[in-house]
């Protein structure tokens, strides 16, 4: 059984972050202590993760447990549940967020004043706090709350870096998110008014029942389609992912990484436990969503990259790529099979790791190049800054799917999925078009840094990179090569955690 | 069907309450409007909770005292608590979200000098193209 210690994980870990953004203002703000602290409660809570899914697949046994919040049992009160799952995700999540911070260390602080330099932190401590709790939460409403915490904080970490550009672009991805997030609330109204639970174990029974009889089923139906274009429209899948290009690429790097690698995340795991443990994989294709959604992934990952190919900004180029990216999560959730959303689970854990690395990278290059952010002023950049330019050409490597980096195993898996679904041409052919896309626009920009660029380079700014910047890139491509060349454990944990969810 | 709206008729003043929020949030261009349709939604999501919470003849879910010194324990008499819950953690989130969208609306003004986020991108694009054409140029003299 799981220990006392294992069992009170998922509310410390969340407690812990939420503490730590109270503190952080009150903190004297010299010498980066803020800072220091966050990145310090981001590595403990990322341990106890880590210990937790050692307690939950100890043996070669799969547990999973419920946690109650408060005194009151099942039906009434609110719970959090974990399984290695959920696990898995928290630390993956913890261990990018500190990458993206340790890394992009120097930059926040050329980015960011110093006197917002803790607000910053608190808003990093609350977004990590609200995707731990996205993450374990069993409850709807809890679920809901979060992501209102989430989308507030993610707006001002884009708001944070003093710019026209990015108030501009947060107010674009407050609107956008506040649409998603009353969908979201709509829905869940409705669901709670059809199922009379909150609860995901209750709500699930309850309309299975529903269905069994045929009762109400045009309301299910709607709160389903509502409460999937709300978190599509916040998890930016393709025809809602306006406000995304010019939120990631317009903030400072730090901000860009954890949006990008993260915060989209956090929404697209709600999707999944909404498909998965709220309606059930049976009810959710007898109700169509599952080809909605599959249509929807396809697209985007095709136009995602169409659009990337267009951009002459490096960061905003990363940025539509999270697009076609995001859009492959959604075809893995779109078959609609265990193996399905296992392979979307890995890409979730892929991306989470390979993203931020990109951004990281071009950051490191665009600051090398004299704080230049086009695509051509990079030329040349490699030999500036070795360690962004292994980042960005193995990043590069891992979204075109590469075999031996980290890209290639999600895709591979995404492909394997697909096989025992009646629509495999299509899956097939959207990943083969996507690869080649993906090609298209990173190969020219590894070109474009790996030129020999003489006159230029007279004008880069000499300085090396600092030790947290080399050591966050080191770990980063440890961990790319790691998921690219070891996955297949890590896929058949998260098939375990999938089959427990 | 009208026999049906009659008898729902506060979920059907809600439902239409939130499309006209949804509407404003979606297509006013000036951003004061958009925050008072994200309002508008929110409360009408309120009000379909309230009148789904709430049943004929029962009591709000506060211990009633039944005259012998005692209280009236059984649920049958209360109405049930959580969808007054679920409306009080809205209010608080649509109050902070709310007080958000100000705030950075305020910082737009300070930009930009207008409150419309078509003209605020109109002439972000305009400041855009200068910098193209600069990158272009650029561009060109490292070709040549």
Same mark, same amino acid.
């Given at each position: 059984?799981?220990?006392?210690?294992?069992?009170?994980?998922?509310?410390?870990?969340?407690?812990?972050?939420?503490?730590?953004a109270?503190?952080?203002?009150?903190?004297?703000?010299?010498?980066?202590?803020?800072? &220091?602290?966050?990145?310090?409660?981001?590595?403990?809570v990322?341990?106890?993760?880590?210990?937790?899914?050692?307690?939950?697949?100890?043996?070669?046994?799969?547990?999973?447990?419920?946690?109650?919040m408060?005194?009151?049992?099942?039906?009434?009160?609110?719970?959090?549940?974990?399984?290695?799952?959920? /696990?898995?995700?928290?630390?993956?999540?913890?261990?990018?967020?500190?990458?993206?911070?340790?890394?992009?260390?120097?930059?926040?602080?050329?980015?960011?004043?110093? &006197?917002?330099?803790?607000?910053?932190?608190?808003?990093?401590?609350?977004?990590?706090?609200?995707?731990?709790?996205?993450?374990?939460?069993?409850?709807? $409403?809890?679920?809901?709350?979060f992501?209102?915490?989430?989308?507030?904080?993610?707006?001002?970490?884009?708001?944070?870096?003093?710019?026209?550009?990015?108030?501009?672009?947060?107010?674009?991805?407050?609107?956008?998110?506040?649409?998603?997030?009353?969908?979201?609330?709509i829905?869940?109204?409705?669901?709670?008014?059809?199922?009379?639970?909150l609860?995901?174990?209750?709500?699930?029974?309850?309309?299975?029942?529903?269905?069994?009889?045929?009762?109400?089923?045009m309301?299910?139906t709607?709160?389903?389609?509502?409460?999937?274009?709300?978190?599509?429209?916040?998890?930016?899948?393709?025809p809602f +992912?306006?406000?995304?290009?010019? /939120?990631?690429?317009?903030?400072?790097?730090?901000?860009?990484?954890?949006?990008?690698?993260?915060?989209?995340?956090?929404?697209?795991?709600?999707?999944?436990?909404? $498909?998965?443990?709220?309606?059930?994989?049976e009810?959710i294709?007898?109700?169509?969503?599952?080809?909605?959604?599959?249509?929807?992934?396809?697209?985007?990952?095709?136009?995602?990259?169409?659009h990337?190919?267009?951009?002459?900004?490096?960061?905003?180029?990363?940025?539509?790529?999270s697009? /076609?990216?995001?859009?492959?999560?959604?075809?893995?959730?779109?078959?609609?099979?265990?193996?399905?959303?296992?392979?979307?689970?890995?890409?979730?854990?892929?991306?989470?790791?390979?993203k931020?690395?990109?951004?990281?990278?071009?950051?490191?290059?665009?600051?090398?190049?004299?704080?230049? &952010?086009?695509?051509?002023?990079?030329?040349?950049?490699?030999?500036?800054?070795?360690?962004?330019?292994l980042?960005?050409?193995a990043?590069?490597?891992?979204?075109?799917?590469?075999?031996?980096?980290?890209?290639?195993?999600? &895709?591979?898996?995404?492909?394997? +999925?697909?096989?025992?679904?009646?629509?495999?041409?299509?899956?097939?052919?959207?990943?083969?078009?996507?690869?080649?896309?993906?090609?298209?626009?990173?190969v020219? +920009?590894?070109?474009?840094?790996?030129?020999?660029?003489?006159?230029?380079?007279?004008?880069?700014?000499?300085?090396?990179?600092?030790?947290?910047?080399?050591?966050?890139?080191?770990?980063?491509?440890?961990?790319?090569?790691?998921?690219?060349?070891?996955?297949?454990?890590?896929l058949?944990?998260?098939?375990?955690?999938?089959?427990?969810? | 069907m #009208?026999e049906?709206?009659?008898?729902?008729?506060?979920?059907?003043?809600?439902?239409?309450?939130?499309?006209?929020? #949804?509407?404003? =949030?979606?297509?006013?261009?000036?951003?004061?409007?958009?925050?008072?349709?994200?309002?508008?939604?929110?409360?009408?999501v309120?009000?379909?909770?309230?009148?789904?919470?709430?049943?004929?003849?029962?009591?709000?879910?506060? =211990?009633?005292?039944?005259?012998?010194?005692?209280?009236?324990?059984?649920?049958?008499?209360?109405?049930?608590?959580?969808?007054?819950?679920l409306?009080?953690?809205?209010?608080?989130?649509?109050?902070s979200?709310?007080?958000?969208? =100000?705030a #950075?609306?305020?910082?737009?003004?300070?930009?930009?000098?207008? =409150?419309?986020?078509?003209?605020?991108?109109?002439?972000?694009?305009?400041?855009?193209?200068?910098?193209?054409?600069?990158?272009?140029?650029?561009?060109?003299?490292?070709?040549?």
């Amino acid at each position: 059984m799981i220990g006392m210690l294992a069992y009170n994980i998922p509310f410390v870990s969340i407690f812990v972050m939420m503490i730590c953004a109270i503190i952080t203002p009150l903190l004297p703000n010299r010498n980066r202590i803020p800072e &220091k602290l966050s990145c310090l409660a981001i590595s403990f809570v990322g341990l106890m993760s880590a210990y937790l899914l050692y307690e939950l697949t100890a043996g070669g046994q799969t547990h999973s447990f419920n946690f109650a919040m408060g005194h009151f049992p099942a039906p009434w009160g609110n719970e959090l549940r974990a399984g290695p799952l959920e /696990a898995v995700l928290s630390l993956v999540f913890c261990v990018a967020m500190l990458l993206s911070l340790t890394g992009n260390f120097s930059s926040t602080a050329e980015d960011i004043a110093p &006197k917002r330099r803790n607000i910053f932190c608190v808003l990093v401590n609350l977004l990590t706090a609200s995707l731990l709790a996205l993450t374990y939460t069993n409850d709807l $409403f809890t679920a809901y709350v979060f992501i209102e915490i989430n989308t507030i904080a993610a707006c001002a970490i884009v708001a944070v870096k003093e710019s026209a550009e990015t108030v501009r672009a947060a107010l674009r991805y407050l609107v956008m998110s506040l649409v998603g997030s009353g969908l979201v609330m709509i829905a869940i109204c409705l669901l709670y008014d059809l199922t009379g639970h909150l609860l995901m174990q209750n709500m699930h029974r309850a309309i299975g029942e529903l269905v069994a009889t045929k009762r109400y089923m045009m309301p299910l139906t709607v709160s389903l389609a509502l409460i999937t274009a709300g978190l599509a429209i916040k998890s930016a899948l393709y025809p809602f +992912a306006s406000w995304l290009p010019d /939120a990631h690429g317009s903030s400072t790097n730090a901000s860009s990484a954890i949006l990008s690698g993260l915060v989209l995340k956090g929404h697209i795991f709600t999707i999944i436990k909404i $498909f998965y443990r709220v309606f059930g994989l049976e009810v959710i294709h007898l109700l169509r969503m599952d080809t909605v959604i599959f249509i929807l992934g396809i697209t985007a990952m095709i136009m995602g990259s169409v659009h990337a190919l267009r951009q002459k900004n490096v960061k905003r180029m990363i940025a539509w790529s999270s697009v /076609a990216q995001v859009g492959y999560i959604f075809m893995g959730v779109g078959l609609n099979t265990v193996a399905g959303i296992a392979a979307a689970c890995l890409h979730i854990i892929v991306h989470a790791c390979v993203k931020p690395m990109l951004f990281t990278a071009a950051g490191g290059l665009s600051n090398a190049a004299g704080h230049k &952010k086009g695509l051509h002023a990079l030329m040349g950049t490699f030999y500036v800054n070795v360690w962004a330019g292994l980042g960005l050409i193995a990043g590069a490597c891992s979204m075109m799917g590469i075999p031996g980096f980290a890209g290639f195993a999600s &895709k591979l898996s995404l492909t394997l +999925a697909s096989f025992d679904h009646s629509t495999v041409i299509w899956a097939l052919t959207a990943l083969a078009t996507s690869s080649v896309l993906n090609a298209l626009y990173y190969v020219p +920009a590894v070109i474009v840094v790996l030129t020999h660029n003489k006159d230029a380079q007279k004008n880069f700014t000499a300085h090396s990179p600092t030790l947290s910047y080399k050591v966050s890139m080191f770990v980063f491509l440890a961990l790319n090569f790691y998921l690219g060349l070891f996955c297949v454990p890590l896929l058949r944990l998260i098939t375990r955690g999938v089959n427990v969810l | 069907m #009208l026999e049906k709206l009659l008898l729902n008729h506060y979920e059907a003043a809600a439902v239409i309450l939130s499309g006209i929020g #949804l509407t404003n =949030l979606l297509l006013q261009r000036n951003l004061i409007k958009k925050i008072i349709g994200l309002n508008i939604m929110d409360t009408a999501v309120y009000l379909f909770l309230a009148a789904k919470g709430y049943v004929e003849g029962r009591a709000a879910p506060i =211990l009633i005292e039944n005259g012998s010194g005692g209280w009236i324990n059984s649920a049958s008499v209360y109405v049930n608590p959580v969808p007054a819950g679920l409306v009080l953690t809205g209010i608080v989130v649509s109050v902070s979200v709310t007080a958000f969208a =100000l705030a #950075l609306t305020l910082k737009l003004y300070e930009s930009y000098g207008t =409150l419309n986020i078509d003209e605020a991108l109109m002439r972000m694009t305009e400041e855009q193209k200068d910098i193209e054409a600069k990158i272009d140029a650029a561009e060109e003299e490292v070709l040549s």
